[in-house]
């Protein structure tokens, strides 16, 4: 059974650009979370997807977005790059709605903004 | 907000001996507790969880313990080995609101041979 495929792997982007990162659940997932991992911060939820509907929400600015598709695929989007905005982004799909079960990562898109 | 908390921050070991990782929460609403690995270059791997209606879980060389009351989590690694090296993140969520989960701030483990 395939895992989480994030892609692309590695990003380089200037400041200001725009970029979108993809996220392919395990089958038959149907919730897809991203999360922000830095040296600084950690992990840090970015927001929750499932059945093409944003659940939840962290508390980062409108400049990073997303959405879900009909197959459970998931892309984010973050506009206007910052230079504080390099970091690992990490998708994690879970079988069920609720939050306890288990949630199964990705191998993440090191982003780069310079 | 949930907040958790995780120590030590850096864990050395010998070979053969146990590690232990503490993680504290804040939120009684949380009831679902999982730990995971994570290894150079990679994303984090769930090694084991529990949830708020069980006080312990084990699996092989892995356990880990909850106290409610609490509000405390702890990972039980033991006969520890090399490939245990990595960082362990604890986590927490709350089941209600869907799958978001509340990382602490990750323990270096490294096995010395």
């Known amino acids: 059974k395939a895992g989480v495929t994030q892609t692309p792997r590695y990003l380089i982007k200037t400041r200001g650009q725009q970029v979108t990162l993809s996220c392919s659940p395990i089958?038959?997932?149907?919730?897809v979370s991203w999360y922000q991992q830095t040296p600084g911060q950690g992990l840090q939820f970015l927001f929750e997807y499932f059945s093409e509907t944003q659940r939840n929400k962290g508390n980062f600015p409108g400049r990073f977005s997303g959405r879900q598709f009909s197959n459970s695929r998931s892309e984010m989007n973050v506009s206007t790059l910052e230079l504080g905005d390099s970091a690992l982004y990490l998708c994690a799909s879970s079988l069920a709605p609720l939050g306890n079960t288990e949630a199964f990562f990705g191998q993440g898109t090191r982003l780069t903004v310079v | 907000g949930e907040n958790v908390e995780q120590h030590p921050s850096t864990l050395s070991v010998q070979e053969g001996d146990s590690a232990v990782i503490k993680c504290t929460y804040s939120?009684?609403?949380?009831?679902?507790f999982p730990w995971y690995k994570q290894e150079l270059g990679k994303g984090p791997q769930l090694i084991i969880d529990i949830r708020s209606n069980v006080g312990e879980k084990k699996d092989q060389r892995i356990a880990v313990t909850l106290n409610k009351t609490a509000k405390h989590f702890s990972l039980h690694i033991t006969e520890t080995q090399p490939e245990d090296s990595a960082v362990y993140f604890c986590?927490?969520?709350?089941?209600?609101?869907?799958?978001?989960?509340?990382f602490g701030t990750g323990t270096s483990l490294t096995v010395i041979p």
């Open positions: 939120d009684s609403a949380s009831n679902y």
């Open positions: 986590a927490a969520s709350i089941s209600a609101t869907g799958n978001q989960f509340y």
């Open positions: 089958s038959g997932h149907r919730s």
